[in-house]
């Protein structure tokens, strides 16, 4: 079932585009904790990959795949105090394996590439969904997509120019998905400031 925006209408994904640019990043998605099972969360992720490539085509690489595990905060507890120093769960940990420079690099021939892994943590994430007022599931493919895009190499701590960068490719691959503007201040299909 396409996912549908606040006024009903369908996802709107551009199928055509991505056949012309690839398929996106194959994702391996495991899902540990009990995630809510009325929702397809599989489903979720790959159309939020799908919709990321449209808007960061370096990820639409046939060669690319990423694993993706939906977890608790009590595992990604550990993954943050084990590989960041950080003794507390977060909402989404990306743990990428090339650089930026290596995956802008990459032809489209060759053996598979691993791009890196991604772990969501349940608690975390519905607790935050919950304070913005938003489903569990936008939530989640915004995590997704945010996710991703650390793979790729984007970052938003280095520098108010990059982290700008990184959330208006958010912004436009969620509206592709008919999911509004996280950050709130933004007109989800342009992904330009409100009122300009």
């Not at 993706?68 to 989404?92: C, I, M, Q, Y």
Request: aromatic share 4%.
């Amino acid at each position: 079932m396409p996912m549908r925006d606040s006024t009903g209408k369908a996802a709107r994904l551009d199928l055509q585009r991505i056949a012309r640019h690839g398929v996106p990043v194959e994702l391996e998605i495991e899902i540990e904790a009990v995630w809510p099972q009325a929702f397809d969360w599989e489903a979720l992720a790959e159309r939020a990959a799908a919709a990321l490539c449209q808007v960061a085509p370096e990820l639409a690489n046939t060669r690319l795949s990423a694993s993706l595990l939906f977890s608790d905060d009590a595992e990604v507890h550990v993954l943050n105090r084990e590989w960041r120093g950080k003794d507390k769960p977060t909402n989404v940990l990306s743990f990428p394996m090339l650089t930026r420079q290596d995956l802008l690099a990459l032809p489209q021939d060759g053996p598979p590439e691993l791009l890196g892994d991604i772990a969501l943590a349940l608690e975390t994430c519905a607790r935050e969904a919950a304070e913005k007022g938003v489903p569990l599931e936008h939530h989640a493919a915004h995590l997704v997509v945010h996710g991703l895009l650390h793979l790729a190499g984007h970052d938003h701590v280095s520098s108010d120019e990059e982290a700008a960068a990184m959330e208006s490719l958010e912004i436009k691959a969620l509206a592709l998905m008919g999911i509004a503007d996280p950050y709130g201040d933004r007109d989800p299909p342009s992904g330009s400031p409100t009122g300009n």
